[in-house]
């Protein structure tokens, strides 16, 4: 166990080592220069030189990867450049929260919707349920979110005035409000989900319900409801969290486009205005932040398989 | 001997006429006018009520006025801050009066002479005086890092603290641009920031900006907005009206539009033309815009072929049909323009500029003999490089290349990212490229930096010895009528030797919620808020 733990870390580490490396050298290979970006075009070559020296972008790529990687070890993330602020102060308290409550409300939208969804129409099998399920989860996995955040926006927020069209309030502050204004954002994000999560109850479930055990526990006169719910739905929770855990990146892809529709001050929009404006520092804090999360939460599912299916408990 | 009436002169200076009213102002009225508020140092505390949240979608650099270079970052500075001088404008005039000074005075022609407010306080307790002033005006000439704004106190020789309430200003030449580099809005030279704040957050007072303005700074969160609440010692009695200000930070403007609709904000600093048409359609809201001192063009690359051949660029300058650029480009809001000279800069701008001859237009027999001379008469490949910038992205660059293949030049269209675009253009590395140029309210900072040879915005290389001449005379000239002529003479060069085709004038757009009371328009680009109400 202890081996395989540190196995665990050591791999993590070689993952976070070339995402860095990777996302460090293509943005230096990338055309642009913060510099220019920074100083507008009014500027002189001394003080173009200047800047460069103070933010030590006049060193050689190695020596500044190096010393990024030196510091961020350490804790030390940098300043950013235009924003003048500690990048680990900004990314995990300020960013970070925002884009894990969009992540986490999507995807419980995702699991309290999609599972009853796929429910009904295995158990309503070939019938009209069936077959609307069908129909809302082909549009759902084809709809783009940004535009579905639009729509959205359009109707539920400036038609109907139900919802607050954008903007970030912390649930942990102001617990309704914060709900409140994940709504809208939420469900943009977690329609995609829905829908796959729909299909895959659906497709394990018509499975499942066709297993002896469960005629067997018919035959006991176990109530319909029982049956499904308690029989037949446990056994979705293994694909399910394999597949979450799988899609964790798509669902990260989404914050960026969603907190842009919705202007929410997460990971995603401070990646985005951190790559135009050649943030370096920000933008490998973002890709670190990101990495780590997806490397934690499949590590999470990892150690859930046998809490979840009895089977996998005493294997070595 | 002539003698040189600087009274009058400075009373021209303050008053520049703006539409279709020709009567000038009195002598000197405008700084009788300006002073009457300031003449009541006891300041009335103001009321101060609502919260007003407003959409600002464009970039935000910093808030340290000797800094930015971006006009969305000085709608917030402005704000926080004020000027030596201001822009006032009353619908039909722009004026140039001053702000924090009570009184501005001219000694000679070169030495100006600003008596203070009495009694003004920064934010942070500290007086704003003389010694305050010649702090910031240092600042900006010679501090460390470089400002920006520079080369506009370039002719700034010596500042002398005569008292703690005047200061005087000697200038080595008689400098006409002086209105618009001392005020505190679109010059950002003459603002004036706290010494002690300045002392205290070096490189980051731009994340905590300190001034006199109407409104405090609280609190900047990245991606999300910035936060000002009234000032209730303010200089100016009984304002600001409003007791919170929010800049909501935003990227998408489409979803301000929404939050507008539904309520949610109040208003948006800047309203993309794409969008006018819906804001239009919408009855709880009022859109403010005009045309603005600006213009946009097509710039060509001087200094590589194809386009080292004046006869080409030629060609091309009398292609681009400019009515159809206004339809496509610019959703049918903008205004031709013959030369660079906006219709905002009065006594500069020539009223009648469409029938009189000068300048570049659409006639196609003209580009095909222009091109006839061309070195070149094979068909000719540029590259026309784009991005997903600027207030119309790549809808100029796809509306311009239909109308080059009528002369035989085949564009090609190069999407590239915008951060790459502004180093390749820096870098002089592309044929063809367009771009808005958004001037200060004066020719001089419209044609100076962009065309003279070697200047810093000069990315397509045009070099005329005789151009900059003439731009070197207007700027010491202050009488306003020849130093216009000076600039219709440079301008006319500029035409015709065409490193850029013209294209329009753009109005720039607000727009705020009906609730919103007491929104004084200035066009130049300002969101001043001191005496807007919530209603």
Redesign the interface.
């Known amino acids: 166990m202890i081996r395989q733990a540190f196995g665990k870390i050591g791999q993590t580490l070689v993952v976070l080592f070339i995402v860095s490396f990777a996302s460090f050298g293509l943005l230096k290979l ?4 913060p510099i ?9 070559p ?2 173009y030189a ?2 460069s020296a103070e933010l030590g972008l006049d060193q050689p790529f190695w020596t500044q990867y190096a010393q990024w990687a030196t510091n961020f070890v350490r804790g030390d993330w940098g300043t950013s450049y ?4 500690d990048i680990f102060t ?1 990314g995990f308290t ?2 970070l929260p925002v884009t894990l409550t969009l992540a986490s409300f999507s995807l419980a939208f995702a699991i309290l919707i999609g599972v009853p969804l796929g429910v009904l129409s295995a158990v309503k099998k070939d019938t009209i349920f069936d077959a609307g399920a069908a129909v809302f989860a082909l549009t759902g996995t084809a709809f783009p979110s940004f535009l579905l955040g ?1 729509l959205l ?2 109707f539920f ?2 038609q109907l ?1 139900w919802f ?5 309030v912390s649930p942990w502050q102001d617990f309704w409000g914060g709900i409140y204004h994940m709504i809208l954002p939420a469900l943009t994000l977690s329609t995609y989900f829905i829908a796959m999560i729909t299909r895959l109850t659906r497709a394990t479930l018509v499975e499942v319900l066709a297993q002896p055990y469960i005629a067997a526990a018919r035959a006991r006169g176990e109530p319909g409801w029982r049956v499904i719910w308690v029989h037949g739905v446990r056994n979705i929770a293994l694909p399910l969290v394999t597949i979450l855990g799988l899609q964790l990146g798509t669902l990260l892809q989404g914050t960026v486009l969603t907190e ?4 929410l ?1 997460g990971i995603g ?2 990646l ?2 951190a790559v ?3 943030e370096y520092g920000v933008v490998q804090a973002g890709v670190m932040m990101t990495a780590l999360l997806f490397i934690t939460v499949n590590l999470l599912v990892d150690l859930s398989y046998p809490f979840l299916d009895p089977r996998l408990r005493d294997r070595k | 001997m002539t003698q040189i009436d600087h009274k009058k002169i400075l009373a021209e200076r303050l008053s520049a006429r703006l539409g279709r009213r020709a009567v000038l102002k009195g002598l000197g009225a405008g700084i009788v006018a300006a002073t009457a508020g300031g003449s009541f140092p006891a300041v009335a505390r103001a009321q101060q009520s609502g919260h007003l949240k407003i959409a600002s979608v464009k970039v935000i ?2 808030l340290d006025p000797h800094f930015t ?1 971006f006009l969305s970052a000085i709608q917030i500075i402005n704000n926080i801050h004020n000027g030596l001088l201001k822009i006032t404008y009353d619908g039909d005039m722009v004026q140039f009066e001053p702000d924090l000074a009570e009184t501005w005075d001219l000694e000679d022609e070169r030495t100006h002479v600003f008596k203070l407010r009495e009694g003004v306080m920064f934010h942070d307790g500290t007086p704003c005086d003389a010694e305050a002033v010649k702090f910031s005006l240092l600042r900006v000439k010679e501090g460390e ?2 400002s ?2 520079a ?1 506009k106190l370039a002719l700034l020789d010596e500042i002398e603290v005569v008292d703690p309430l005047t200061v005087k200003l000697k200038f080595s030449q008689p400098y006409a641009f002086l209105p618009v580099a001392l005020n505190g809005s679109t010059g950002r030279a003459g603002t004036i920031v706290s010494p002690a704040a300045v002392q205290k957050y070096g ?2 007072y ?2 905590n900006p300190v001034g006199t303005g109407p409104f405090k700074f609280v609190s900047w ?4 907005a910035i936060e000002l609440e009234a000032n209730p010692d303010y200089f100016e009695p009984g304002l600001p009206k409003l007791e919170k200000v929010t800049f ?5 403007a ?3 539009l ?2 507008l ?4 904000i109040h208003g948006m600093t800047d309203c993309p033309m794409q969008l006018v048409d819906q804001v239009d359609a919408f009855p709880n809201a009022t859109l403010y815009g005009e045309i603005e001192g600006n213009y946009t063009f097509v710039g060509m690359n001087c200094k590589r072929a194809p386009f080292d051949d004046i006869n080409l660029r030629r060609a091309v300058a009398w292609a681009l049909d400019r009515d159809t650029l206004v339809k496509q480009a610019y959703f049918g809001r903008a205004q031709q323009a013959y030369t660079p000279i906006s219709p905002p800069m009065t006594g500069y701008f020539d009223p009648d500029i469409a029938t009189s001859g000068r300048g570049q237009w659409f006639d196609l027999e003209k580009a095909k003999e222009f091109r006839a001379k061309a070195a070149n008469q094979g068909e000719i490949e540029v590259t026309y490089m784009m991005a997903e910038r600027g207030p119309v992205g790549t809808r100029v660059a796809q509306t311009v290349a239909p109308m080059l293949a009528q002369i035989g030049i085949k564009a090609n269209l190069e999407l ?5 675009w ?3 253009r ?1 870098a002089g590395d592309f044929d063809l490229y367009d771009f808005e140029w958004v001037a200060d309210l004066d020719p001089e900072e419209t044609l100076y ?1 962009e065309w003279k040879s070697d200047g ?2 000069n990315f397509g290389g045009w070099n005329q010895p005789e151009f900059d001449k003439l731009c070197e005379q207007a700027s010491v000239e202050l009488d306003i009528p020849t130093r216009a002529s000076l600039y219709h003479q440079a301008e006319d060069l500029l035409m015709d030797e065409a490193p850029c085709a013209m294209m329009v004038h753009m109005p720039i757009y607000k727009v705020l919620s009906n609730e919103v009371k007491g929104f004084n328009y200035i066009p130049a680009d300002l969101v001043n808020l001191h005496t807007v109400s919530l209603g």
Do not use: C, K
Request: charged residues 20%.
């Open positions: 990338a055309p642009g220069d220019q970006i920074m100083l507008g075009s009014e500027y002189s001394e003080a200047a800047l235009v924003a003048r602020t900004y300020e960013a639009i926006i359009w927020g400036v005035g607050p069209v954008m903007g970030y842009t529709v919705f202007n001050p929009q401070m985005t205005s135009l404006g050649r | 650099d910093t270079g890092p470089a920006p704004h080369w490189a980051d731009g994340r969160r990245e991606n999300d909501v930070l935003m990227r998408e489409s979803t301000a929404a939050a609709m539904s309520g949610q590239i990212e915008p951060a790459s502004v180093q390749r820096n930096p810093s915005w």
